[in-house]
C-alpha cells in the first residue's frame, strides 16, 4: 500500500480541496502519513494568492525535490493555485516534479498520482456532498466551502483569474454534507467561499445565505454555525436578523481592506471607513455579543502617510475583536498591475506592525469582558498528550485565526475532549483566554 503525504497551503478553502483529494486517495486504498519522509507520495497543494504564499509553495517544492534526490522511488505531486496560474514557468523551474494538477481536477487526483490519462475539466473544481472527504482538523468542527470562484473586481485580487466566476453550490447538497459531517459528531461547521454573503446570487436567488442558515438551524446536531468571509455590501438585514438564532454564532469576519476614500476607489471597493463604521455599529445594536474579524491591506499604491493615518484612525474607532494585516502584493493580470509597486517593502512592514500594535492593546482590551464569564467552549484537543490543560474555543473565536481558550481540567480531559463544556473564564492575555471547566 503506497504511503501519502498531502501537505496543504494557505487558506481553509484549499485545506477542503485537500481533504476531498485525500479522499479520493482514501477510496483508492492509499494510506496516509504525517511528514514527508515516511511518504512514498509526497503531494504539496499550494496557494498562489500573494507573493508570501508564493514564496513558501517554492521552498516546499525545493525541499520536496531534495528529498526526492535523496530517497529514490519517491514521488512529488504538485497542485494547486499556484500551479494553475504558473504552470509553465514552475515545469521549467522544477523538472523533477513528476505531475502537476491545477484547480479544475481535483477528483482526478488518483489519476494524476498514477500518471494515467483523463478528461480535463474545463471550470474550477467545486466538490458536493458525493465526494469523499477525509477530513484533517479535530474530530468536533469542520468547513463546508459553500462555493467557488469570485465575482467582485477587486483591482488588487488574482483569485478570479484563478478560480473564475462565482459558483453556488446547491443548498439540498450542503445539507446532505452537513447532516453527514453531523452523523460523525461534528457540532461546529464553518461556513466558507471567497464571498459567503453573495451565496445564491450567481443563480438569480435574494438572500441565499438567509435561505442556507434557516435550513441548516434544522440540524439540531450541529450546534454551532459560523459564517467567515463576507462582503461588506452583501450583509443584508435578513442575514442579520437570523444570526440573532442561538446555534449561529455571533460572529463575522468581514475583510473591509481599507478605509480611506481614495485607496477603496483604487481597491474597486464599494465601503469606505465612514460607511464600514455605520454597519458595525449597525450590527453590534442588533447583535450586541458579535465578535468581528477583519483583514486590511497596507502599502496599496497611492497610501501615502495621510491615508495611512485615516486607516489607523479607522482601526482605533472600529475596534475589532481580531484583525488580520497583509501588505500589498502587486499581482499580473490585476486591475492595479498598472498603478506599480510605488510604497517600499520596509514601509509596508513598518505600517503593518503599527496596525497590529494598535489591535493588540484593543484586542487586550476586548478581552476584558470575558473575564469570570462563564461560557460554552468547544473543546479541541489538549495542550500535549495526557496533559489537563483542554484547549477550546468560545462562540467569538473562528478556527486556527482567532485566540484560543486554556481549560484547566485535572482529570477531566478524555470525557471533555471532542464536547462543548461550560467554562469559567479566569485569566486573559492579549489574544487568548484562561479558564477552567465551571
Excluded at 497543494?45 to 519517491?74: D, H
Excluded at 442561538?246 to 481592506?257: A, K, N, T
Excluded at 489537563?388 to 471533555?416: C, M, N, S, T
Aim: glycine share 6%; hydrophobic share 35%; charged share 30%.
Amino acid at each position: 500500500m503506497k504511503k501519502v503525504a498531502l501537505i496543504s497551503y494557505g487558506c481553509a478553502k484549499n485545506l477542503v480541496d485537500s481533504e476531498v483529494m485525500l479522499g479520493y486517495l482514501e477510496r483508492a486504498g492509499y494510506s496516509f502519513v504525517q511528514g514527508p519522509k515516511d511518504a512514498d507520495i509526497i503531494i504539496l497543494n499550494t496557494c498562489g494568492f500573494i507573493e508570501p504564499a508564493r514564496r513558501e509553495a517554492r521552498s516546499a517544492l525545493r525541499e520536496a525535490v531534495a528529498l526526492k534526490r535523496k530517497q529514490k522511488g519517491k514521488k512529488v505531486i504538485a497542485v494547486g493555485c499556484y500551479i494553475e496560474r504558473y504552470l509553465d514557468s514552475l515545469k521549467e523551474k522544477y523538472p523533477e516534479i513528476d505531475a502537476w494538477l491545477g484547480v479544475n481536477d481535483y477528483d482526478k487526483i488518483v489519476q494524476t498520482v498514477e500518471g494515467k490519462p483523463f478528461q480535463k475539466s474545463e471550470g474550477c473544481f467545486l466538490y458536493d456532498h458525493t465526494s469523499p472527504r477525509h477530513l484533517q482538523t479535530p474530530p468536533v468542527w469542520t468547513y463546508v466551502k459553500i462555493s467557488e470562484g469570485c465575482s467582485h473586481q477587486c483591482s488588487f485580487c488574482a483569485i478570479p483569474l484563478i478560480k473564475g466566476p462565482y459558483r453556488s453550490r446547491s443548498i439540498s447538497s450542503i445539507l446532505k454534507e452537513t447532516e453527514e459531517l453531523s452523523s460523525q459528531g461534528v457540532k461546529e461547521i464553518n461556513l466558507i467561499s471567497q464571498d459567503t454573503t453573495y451565496f445564491g446570487r450567481d443563480q438569480d436567488v435574494d438572500n441565499g445565505l438567509f435561505l442556507l442558515l434557516r435550513e441548516l438551524l434544522k440540524i439540531k446536531e450541529i450546534k454551532w454555525i459560523r459564517i467567515l468571509y463576507g462582503y461588506p455590501e452583501e450583509i443584508s438585514d435578513p442575514l442579520i436578523e437570523i444570526m440573532q438564532e442561538e446555534r449561529i454564532c455571533s460572529y463575522l469576519d468581514i475583510p473591509f481592506q481599507h478605509s480611506d476614500p481614495k485607496i477603496i476607489n483604487n481597491m474597486k471597493r464599494g465601503m469606505d471607513g465612514k460607511r464600514a463604521l455605520k454597519l458595525i455599529q449597525k450590527l453590534r445594536n442588533k447583535l450586541p455579543d458579535i465578535s468581528l474579524r477583519t483583514s486590511l491591506i497596507v502599502g496599496f499604491p497611492g497610501e501615502s502617510k495621510k491615508e495611512f493615518d485615516e486607516l489607523k484612525r479607522f482601526v482605533q474607532d472600529a475596534t475589532f475583536d481580531h484583525l488580520g494585516v497583509f501588505t500589498y502584493s502587486k499581482e499580473e493580470g490585476t486591475d492595479s498591475f498598472s498603478l506599480g509597486d510605488p510604497v517600499k517593502e520596509s514601509v509596508k512592514e513598518k505600517r503593518k506592525e503599527k496596525i497590529m500594535e494598535i489591535q493588540a492593546e484593543i484586542s487586550y482590551q476586548n478581552n476584558k469582558k470575558y473575564l469570570y464569564q462563564s461560557m460554552d467552549a468547544l473543546i479541541e484537543g489538549t495542550l500535549k498528550e495526557n496533559s489537563d490543560i483542554l484547549i477550546g474555543r468560545g462562540k467569538f473565536q473562528a478556527p486556527e485565526v482567532d485566540g484560543i481558550i486554556f481549560i484547566d481540567a485535572p482529570g477531566k480531559f478524555q470525557k471533555a475532549v471532542n464536547t462543548i463544556q461550560k467554562v469559567e473564564i479566569t485569566g486573559q492575555d492579549v489574544y487568548d483566554l484562561y479558564g477552567k471547566i465551571a
